[in-house]
Structure formats: C-alpha cells, structure tokens
C-alpha cells in the first residue's frame, strides 16, 4: 500500500508541456506536468479522452506519433538524466536495459502478425547473445505473465492467440530488457472483463514481487482502484489532483475528481455480490 | 400474457460451412440453438465476452442476417415469411444502436442530413416539418439543435455522437431498441449520462430494450431479465436480481468475481479473500485464455 | 484501421462547417501535401492551355504554311514539323484530344467498373462471383492487345478509341470499387441504413459511394494517365484518328525525323510526361490526405 517512499522518485517529471500543430491551431495537450514515480511504486494517470494523459506517456517515454510539435519542453528525469534532452543512442540504451518499457493498448497493431512470438521475443532479447539464453529466458518471462503454456505459445504467431494472451505477451516483451519502470497506455481496455481482471493482477503481482515501478494510464477508475498507489487525475492538460488512491476515493478535493467518481459510482454497484470471492 | 414483440427458437448461425465438393467443412457456430422472448416495455439483457455470439445474436433479432436455421418472430409472425410491408412495419419498430458511435454514423454526412434521411423515408415529416422534427430530436436527447444540426461526425465528441445514434434510432418512434455495448467505447462520466438518457427514454415511452454488454454493472442497473451467453449457447437466464445475486453457473460466477468496483477497500478486501482461498484449497483457477486460445 | 495520430491523441479536428467552406478545406489540405497541390496545378494548366488553344497558339492546327523542320525560334518557339506546321500550334491542340480522350476514358472505366465493383461488393453472393470472374477476364488480357483488338475492328474515331481505352482499363477500377464496398458495407452506419428501413439504391449512393470516394478519385485520376499513354501508343503506332492531331500522333510523325528535327519527338514526349506527373502527383496528394500516416510529415521525436 502507500507509504511515504524513500529516496529519490525513479521518474519524475517537471513542467512538461506538449504543445501540438493542428491545422493551423496549437492545442496545449499537456501543459505544465509535474509527475513522480518512486522505485516499487504504482502510479495511475486517470483522465478522459481529451485529458492528454496519452500524450504524456508517450511524450515521457519519447514515442510520440508523427504529430508536428510546437513545443515540447520540461524535463523528465530517469535516475538523474532527463529523458527528454537525451540523445537518440543513449535512449536507445535505457530502452534496451534497466530502463523504461512501455505497453500500448491494442496489442495486436504492435505485434508482427508474420512472425512467431518467439522471434519477436528473440528480438527483444538480442542483448543476451548466446540463443540458448534467448530461449531460457523467453520461457521465463512467458511464465512471469501467467503464460505457463509456453513452450507451445513461443510457437504460435499472434493471431493464433486471444486478445488476453496477446497482451500478456506484450507484457513480456517490455519486460525483457528488465526494466525499473513499467508505462502502459490502457493496457487492458480492449479485453474481456475476466481477461482484463487476470492482466490487472498480473501487472499487481509484477508490481509487488518485482518490485517494479509502473505507471498506468487509463480512464477506468476500477482499474485505478485495484491497481495503483498514487493517482494523478489530468484534465484538458493539467494535473488537476494528485493523492494517494485511498485519499482519492474517500475524499477528493477537486470538483472534477469528485464528478468522474460519482459518474464511476453510478456504474459501478459496489455491493461486492456474495458469491464473487470464488472458485 | 401478451405476444412477445421478439421470440427467438432454437436459432443457429453458422459461419464457413460450405465447401464446394460437398460436406459440412470447418462449420463454426457462432450462435447456437438459441431461445429467448423479449416482451414489451421489457429490459432483456445479453450478457457475454467476446466470442460470444452475441453480436450475430443481435443481428438476427434485428433482420439484418439470416439464421442458419431456427425462425425469428415479430409478434409471432416469423421473419422469414415478411412480406415487403410487413418489413416495413418491423424496420420502424426495431431499431439498433451500436458499439461505436463514430462508426455508426456516416462519416460525411451532417446531423441533420442523417436525420431527415430517416424522417423523410417513413414520411414522419414533411420538408416543411423537417426542421422542427429535427430540433425536438435532438433536444430528446439532450442536444441543442442550433449547436449540433449542422455538424459532421467528427466534430462531435463521443457521448455526442451516441445521442446522435439514438436519435436517429428514436426517430422512427420503435418499440424496441437492440443496444449492442452501447456504453462501451465512451468515458466513464459519459457512460453515466447515456445510461440515465437510455433510462429516461425507455420508461417516457414504454420502450422495451435488449441490452449487449459485457459489463455487469451497467446489466445490474437497467435490466429486468438476464441471459448468459458462452461460445453461442446460453448458459443462464433468468432475473437480474436472481442470476447476479444468486448465479447457478461457473461462468456467470467467474464474470461476477472479474468485476472491477471503484472503491480501493473493496477490491483489496477482495484480493485478501481471494488469496485466503487460494491458499487453503491450492486449486488451480481455470483461466478461459487457455481455453479460447483457437478462437 | 490504424487512427491518425491526431486521432490517438485525441485532438479536436476543424470546425468548417458549410459546404463551400467544406471544399476550401479540402483545397488547403490537398496543398499542404508534398506535391499534392502541384498536381493539381500542372493539370489545370495544361487544361486551361489546351482548352483555350487558339488563344496561346499563334496559327491553327492545320496551317501549313510555315517552312518545314525549323528549329526553335523566335517565330516558333517549339520549331516546326515536317508539315510545315507550327509545333507549339500543333502540340496544344494535339493536348485536346489527348486529354480530354485521357479524361473520357478513365470516367467510363469508371462508370463501367465501378457499377460491377459495387453490385459485387454490396450483394455479393453469386451476383459477386460471376462479376468478378468476368473482370478477372478482362483483366488477364493485356491492355494492348484490348486496345489494338477493338481499334482494328472498329476503326479509331475518336469516342471508339475512348471505349477501346475504357475497356483496357475498367477492370482495375471494378476492383477497387469492390474492395470499398466489401469493407464499408460491413460498417456500422450502413447497418443502421439497412435497419431503419432505407433504399438499396440510397445505400449504395448516398451512404456507400461518397465514403468511398477519395480511393475512388485516386484511381480515376491514376486511370486517367494510364488512358493517356495508351492513346499515346496508339497515335506512335498510326492508329489513332487521323483527323485529330494528338500527342501519339504527334510522336509518330516525328520518329522519322529522329536526328534531323528532334523537337517534332521531345516536345510531345515531354508534354505527355508532365500530364501524367499531374495525375500522379494529385494522386499522391489525395492519398496523402486521407492517409497521414502513408507520409512522414513532421519530423518523429523517436530516440
């Protein structure tokens, strides 16, 4: 649960601002961010469409589509170096190794519908070197997402796997160069609700027994609720609140905070029904 | 007890069957040998993950496809024997809204041009009608026409766009609306508008729905009668209160225990049981990926 | 289908409304491509050029009263041929009926083909199968072998090269439309138009066809110079019509003349080059324009 992290925050952002061209207007997506993931911790970013939470998890791991930027400025600072001002090779590095990952939404747009899964995981591993290694390690990480199956997973190619699976290997995939911290843009939005319960408690246990620091962005208060730490809540660009998730809940500060959980509560029944702790 | 608006016997839709030297082929069905009543004013929902069947359900009970076999009724009369004005009769009585709202209306179409297209062909209004017909549409469905009349698709927002959808789906005055995961592609506050716009709508005007949605919560708000759909069958049915209070079945308990609540004490409540239970049965808990990996 | 990138982050889009201003959008997108608007200016230049030949053009076509095979000149600043004739004279209106032969054939390829693509596409069925088979006919002939086909049977006047040249060609355009079709039948909003009840015929035109339209204006526009260097072909090989001066023709003429008089071959030549750069490049325009992601515009932030 939360308690006041030690030591310095692993990621942390400052003053992030995004400022995109369109069609001759500027749209301020994210302006003037202050962010901290500490080592362990999970942080959610939880905003509607609009809200630019996308676009500063993209902007923070340095993989923004081909949108023209009008300015991008502020620092976000990975264990001291600022992402941001680094260069192409040095990102390139941190990518590879003890550094950031990050997970996007639809898992099937990011995986390489020609190649089997262990190729495509060969590939994240190339660091390893000997093929040996490479395939050990594949199995292991296949297994750290709840893939148990893997021998016969590494042979299959993406369409052969349900939507779940997909996402768990992409979860594997981001882990393999071992990363300190984790970012994932709605990674369980286009899943199943059972499916999407299994991935959450994947990425918790991963969060817990790794001790790997993750930020999470969605629009889903449930998963924010089951998931995080510390939450941040962003609206048209800013950080409207930030707080750890059992303040949020209890007792928001902000109107905005307080709307999206009324509208979270009037969907949510939240009765927890008898039977639900089973089998 | 009156005439169902919708009845459904044992209906089967397969997909890939033929072969052309003969024999069944790879058949898949994708709904198989259903049964289900939906009554008037009534809230059925379908409930089911993808692969479900539920889809192609809907779109049988909406004409739209024909079923491999089994009959679809309107009233009792089959579908298969409609004549042309007894379809007629049906397309302004059952009315869909779907999935995704950006892709359920016409990419270059306005509002109003979608609207009166619908207006005019039913001959609910007249070109001089049109303009106040159009504006106490949308206004019924939270919209102010001089804003909104004249937009294109993309210039609306998401929840926008939905009401858009509903509508035009409430233009023909239905009795029935087929709503497939009306909710799910919108934010969260948003959801909660549509689903009290849908609330409002269905009791001013004794509205019967069928409702398509994987999520629980929003089943548990608005319906009266649930059925549970697994890989095209129906695995229970039955009243809401009933069947998510009370579930008699594996699945239907499995889709209640993946729930996610926005409330943090709850879920890790949740995760202690879970973790008690686990540990003093050391079962293994099947997961349906596993299962639905050759879908 | 992959979101623009606007669209993943969740940008608001314009707000032009109306219908004129709808079409200036339109416009200024198109010259904000690469080469889009370049295009577009290349053919409504030479358009304008050939359309008011007898204005740009100092004697008619068939004057033949100049000195033959004289070099570029002040007099005739594209020389003279061996007629005698003006070959900036000859070369505009020579452009009439290339382009507008260009521009007629690739319309009925698309009318013909586009009406069996979306039958085929929208019904499916049996109806699809057997109009696909009969495209797929056409489409294994060579377009030569078409074009020389009909021409030697019915003669080459002008409207039975345009047909000879559609007939080439409309099988591409069927296909294209059908694709369209089969992909935007399945959407969501044609449905909902099915299941309030509308026309099929209102389906078809009114929902399907206008979404299909920018595929659909790329390939007429790449159809048209398509029609454009087989009417050239066929003027090279002297079986154009003999009383209208085109392009084709024109090179023909000049292949005689080779070392002698080499600006009776390269103006031409050069001017059904930049007629089908214009089409091409309008394509381009319009595809980049609907597609961003087809174009790296901006430079990526991709460390």
């Keep these: ?279 | 007890m009156s005439t169902p608006i919708l009845s459904a016997r044992s209906i089967v839709k397969s997909f890939g069957g033929r072969s052309w030297f003969g024999g069944a082929g790879n058949a898949r069905r994708a709904v198989d040998a259903i049964d289900l009543d939906v009554n008037e004013g009534e809230t059925l929902a379908i409930v089911g993950e993808s692969g479900s069947g539920k889809s192609t359900l809907a779109r049988m009970l909406l004409g739209l496809i024909k079923p491999t076999s089994g009959e679809v009724a309107y009233y009792g009369e089959p579908m298969g024997a409609f004549t042309a004005p007894d379809w007629a009769t049906f397309r302004k009585a059952v009315q869909p809204i779907f999935q995704d709202p950006a892709s359920s209306l016409n990419p270059r179409m306005r509002v109003d041009t979608t609207l009166s297209n619908v207006l005019l062909r039913h001959r609910l209004a007249t070109r001089d009608t049109l303009a106040a017909e159009i504006t106490e549409l949308l206004a019924s469905v939270g919209l102010d026409a001089a804003q909104f009349h004249d937009r294109y698709p993309h210039q609306l927002s998401g929840g926008q766009q939905q009401r858009i959808a509903i509508a035009r789906a409430m233009a023909v005055r239905p009795r029935l609306i087929i709503a497939d995961e009306p909710l799910s592609s919108l934010d969260m506050s948003v959801q909660a508008q549509i689903l009290d716009l849908l609330i409002s709508l269905k009791s001013s005007r004794n509205l019967g729905l069928v409702l398509i949605s994987h999520d629980l919560n929003v089943v548990d708000a608005i319906s009266d009668r649930v059925i549970v759909m697994y890989l095209g069958k129906v695995v229970e049915a039955g009243p809401t209160r009933q069947v998510l209070g009370n579930p008699a079945n594996d699945y239907t308990r499995s889709l209640l225990a993946a729930k996610l609540v926005a409330d943090p004490h709850l879920a890790r409540e949740r995760r202690l049981a879970m973790d008690a239970a686990v540990a003093s049965k050391s079962r293994q808990t099947p997961t349906p990926d596993v299962q639905g990996a050759s879908q | 289908m992959p979101a623009e990138p606007s669209v993943l982050l969740s940008v608001p889009q314009s707000l032009s409304r109306s219908r004129t201003s709808a079409s200036l959008d339109l416009l200024r997108r198109l010259f904000r491509t690469r080469f889009g608007g370049i295009g577009l200016i290349i053919l409504v230049v030479i358009s304008a050029l050939s359309a008011f030949a007898p204005w740009f053009a100092s004697n008619g076509p068939m004057d033949l009263g100049s000195p033959a095979l004289q070099p570029p000149s002040w007099q005739h600043p594209l020389g003279t041929d061996s007629l005698g004739r003006d070959v900036r004279s000859v070369l505009l209106y020579a452009g009439r009926s290339s382009l507008t032969i260009g521009f007629c054939a690739a319309a009925m390829a698309f009318l013909i083909g586009g009406t069996i693509g979306a039958m085929a596409g929208y019904f499916r069925g049996a109806v699809a199968a057997v109009l696909l088979r009969v495209t797929d006919l056409f489409h294994t002939l060579p377009a030569i072998i078409i074009v020389l086909f009909s021409v030697s049977l019915m003669g080459s006047s002008f409207w039975l090269q345009v047909a000879a040249v559609a007939l080439a060609i409309w099988p591409i355009e069927a296909r294209i439309v059908y694709g369209q079709f089969i992909t935007l039948s399945e959407r969501e909003f044609v449905l909902a138009a099915r299941a309030v009840g509308l026309s099929t015929f209102h389906i078809i035109f009114r929902e399907i066809l206008p979404n299909a339209l920018p595929t659909v204006i790329v390939q007429v526009s790449l159809d048209a110079s398509t029609a454009i260097l087989i009417e050239a072909g066929l003027g090279f090989l002297g079986l154009s019509d003999p009383t209208m001066p085109s392009w084709g023709e024109m090179l023909n003429r000049g292949q005689e003349f080779l070392e002698l008089a080499w600006w009776m071959s390269v103006f031409p030549g050069m001017a059904i080059c930049i007629a089908v750069l214009g089409f091409n490049l309008f394509a381009d325009g319009v595809t980049e324009m609907f597609n961003p992601r087809a174009s790296a515009v901006a430079p990526k932030l991709e460390g």
């Design chain 1, 1 to 279: 649960m939360s308690l006041s992290p030690a030591g310095p925050p692993l990621l942390s952002a400052r003053d992030v601002k995004v400022h995109l061209r369109v069609h001759r207007r500027i749209v301020k997506a994210v302006d003037g961010v202050d962010l901290d993931v500490y080592p362990g911790q999970c942080v959610g970013i939880v905003g509607e469409s609009g809200s630019g939470k996308s676009t500063l998890g993209r902007a923070m791991t340095r993989l923004l589509p081909n949108v023209e930027i009008a300015e991008l400025s502020g620092s976000v600072r990975f264990c001291g170096d600022d992402v941001l001002a680094m260069s192409s090779e040095t990102m390139r590095a941190l990518r590879r190794h003890r550094g950031l990952s990050m997970v996007f939404q639809d898992p099937l747009s990011y995986l390489n519908p020609t190649l089997r899964i262990d190729r495509q995981l060969a590939e994240a591993l190339r660091h390893l070197g000997d093929r040996r290694a490479v395939q050990q390690k594949s199995a292991e990480l296949l297994q750290q997402v709840g893939l148990d199956d893997s021998a016969r997973i590494l042979r299959l190619y993406p369409h052969e796997l349900s939507g779940g699976m997909r996402q768990r290997v992409l979860i594997a995939m981001a882990l393999a160069p071992d990363p300190q911290i984790l970012v994932a843009d709605e990674p369980t939005t286009a899943l199943d609700a059972t499916v999407q319960y299994q991935v959450i408690q994947t990425l918790r246990r991963l969060n817990k027994e790794r001790n790997l620091a993750m930020l999470i962005i969605t629009h889903d208060l449930g998963m924010v609720a089951e998931l995080c730490d510390q939450v941040y809540v962003m609206q048209g660009g800013k950080i409207v609140e930030a707080a750890d998730v059992f303040t949020l809940f209890d007792a928001p500060q902000n109107a905005y905070t307080a709307s999206l959980l009324a509208a979270a509560r009037r969907l949510h029944q939240t009765k927890v029904l008898g039977s639900a702790a089973t089998p």
